[in-house]
């Protein structure tokens, strides 16, 4: 089977990338990837000389560069990780994240009418959903729950999301769609929450936490997402949207003070500044569905891949390292 993943070189795109080939020798993966901020080839130096493997830089709004990768590797499933992510640099500068986000997914799914495909999979967020209250018997939500985006990111991946259903109804194209909360482990990109701590207190420099820090968020460890999605392209019904949990609730200050004491930082690190416009209050996810339909539940427990992911940025500094220092 030959699988386009697209972002593979980003944090959740390459984390599904070694789990493919790890559990696949005889599938070849071809990474798309534009490369821009968030996408680090230094990630991909374990997988680059892997007969099976194949690496593209390229942009997934570029309709020619596009076709002529499916021309050459007559993809038979196509992932779609690329996608501008984060929620601040949506409030800087909506326009390059409609332009990515949903011009980006038309291209692509452009392609696999006209080259043909088995399945083309599109890589979704929970903040589609919009927020929920801090109550605690709010119900969490099912993929039956009303879009309602709070920010140009998941505006821009609800839109996408809309787009790929309506290319499944009109044209017959075969989809899936997962709809994942929040991810955490090895090569994230230190600009979300739990690697900006790490990277930060092992500096000794302050922790900036949004607001009161009360926002809740549920946490999923990147490889019981990969292990979903790939149940999801090979087992999952064409045209359903399928939640993505890690049944972990917990508060962005508990995050950070459980940080601080895992490294032995003092609290005083943290720091309380002026709260995100337009910030989520709370995420609650249900999965019950991926779980009744294609058995999947989360295997790593937070308070383990927290410590595997501790470790991996202890372990692998110079990775982080050369992000902050531009290199």
């Not at 386009?4 to 990837?33: E, Q, W």
Request: glycine share 8%; net charge negative.
């Amino acid at each position: 089977m030959n699988i386009i993943v697209t972002g593979g070189a980003g944090f959740i795109g390459s984390n599904f990338i070694f789990h493919m080939l790890a559990k696949y020798p005889d599938y070849r993966i071809i990474c798309l990837d534009k490369l821009t901020y968030a996408g680090n080839l230094t990630t991909l130096q374990p997988v680059m000389d892997k007969p099976g493997f194949r690496f593209v830089q390229g942009d997934i709004c570029d309709r020619e560069a596009v076709n002529r990768l499916f021309e050459e590797e007559k993809p038979d499933v196509v992932v779609n990780f690329a996608a501008e992510s984060h929620v601040d640099r949506s409030i800087e500068n909506p326009g390059i994240f409609l332009q990515t986000n949903i011009m980006g997914t038309a291209v692509l799914m452009d392609a696999c009418r006209k080259y043909g495909i088995r399945r083309y999979h599109q890589i979704s967020t929970d903040e589609v959903y919009g927020d929920l209250t801090l109550a605690e018997d709010v119900a969490p939500f099912t993929e039956a729950a009303p879009l309602r985006a709070s920010s140009p990111y998941s505006s821009s991946k609800a839109s996408a999301d809309l787009l790929v259903m309506a290319y499944h109804r009109t044209y017959g194209l075969p989809v899936t769609i997962s709809r994942c909360s929040n991810n955490y482990g090895p090569y994230q990109f230190p600009e979300k929450l739990i690697p900006l701590m790490l990277v930060n207190a092992l500096q000794d420099k302050q922790l900036p936490v949004y607001g009161t820090g009360m926002n809740v968020r549920d946490w999923l460890y990147v490889e019981d997402h990969c292990h979903a999605v790939d149940l999801i392209i090979h087992k999952g019904k064409v045209g359903e949207v399928y939640n993505i949990g890690g049944n972990n609730e917990m508060r962005n200050i508990d995050i950070v003070k459980l940080i601080c004491k895992e490294l032995g930082k003092p609290e005083s690190l943290i720091t309380h500044v002026a709260d995100c416009k337009g910030h989520d209050m709370r995420y609650s996810f249900d999965s019950t569905k991926l779980q009744n339909e294609l058995g999947w539940r989360p295997e790593t427990q937070f308070a383990v891949g927290m410590k595997k992911t501790i470790e991996w940025y202890l372990a692998n500094k110079s990775w982080w390292q050369d992000i902050i220092n531009g290199k």
